[in-house]
């Protein structure tokens, strides 16, 4: 499992990279065309906004995977031992379903809606069902990842009790 956690991240590292290079040269050119060719270009306010939620709620699942979610991290830093180990797991559960809940089904929800609607986006004249679509896939890496932690959690916690047992 440990493998397969590795290469998901390795590819959300390099989607993430991908975004934050492509954002630079939206904004870039945004700036170019405004204050350079004194012509403003229509669509890159709206690209680097769509850009963001995609950074944003993907960089946050690369951040749940790595252990960087600052509050998370606070609450099961009071623990030791099985408390610990309860409370790794208890935290890693409830962001499994939050993600199942509010991001992969709401998420899901959302889609529908706005593909029903056909809803589209002002400047690019994209369905904005495609901009919204982060919602689920983010949902799902959390998930994912709240699944290998807690997998990882037990088996760490039970490789150290034969240790110490």
Not at 27 to 55: C, D, H, K, M, N
Not at 120 to 133: D, E, F, N, V
Request: aromatic share 14%; proline share 2%; charged share 15%.
């Amino acid at each position: 499992m440990r493998k397969f956690t590795e290469g998901v991240t390795k590819i959300l590292s390099f989607v993430l990279i991908v975004l934050m290079a492509l954002i630079v040269i939206d904004v870039t050119w945004q700036v170019f065309t405004r204050f350079v060719l004194r012509t403003p270009s229509g669509f890159t306010e709206e690209l680097a906004g769509f850009l963001l939620i995609w950074i944003g709620l993907l960089g946050a699942s690369y951040t749940y995977c790595k252990k960087a979610h600052l509050g998370i991290d606070t609450v099961v830093a009071k623990f030791s031992g099985r408390r610990k180990v309860a409370a790794e797991v208890g935290v890693a559960a409830m962001v499994f379903f939050f993600a199942l809940f509010i991001m992969v089904i709401g998420g899901a929800r959302l889609l529908t809606i706005t593909f029903t609607l056909r809803q589209i986006s002002p400047a690019m004249k994209i369905p904005m069902g495609y901009i919204y679509s982060v919602l689920p896939i983010s949902g799902l890496l959390f998930m994912y990842y709240s699944v290998a932690a807690m997998f990882e959690t037990v088996t760490q916690a039970q490789s150290s009790e034969m240790v110490d047992g």
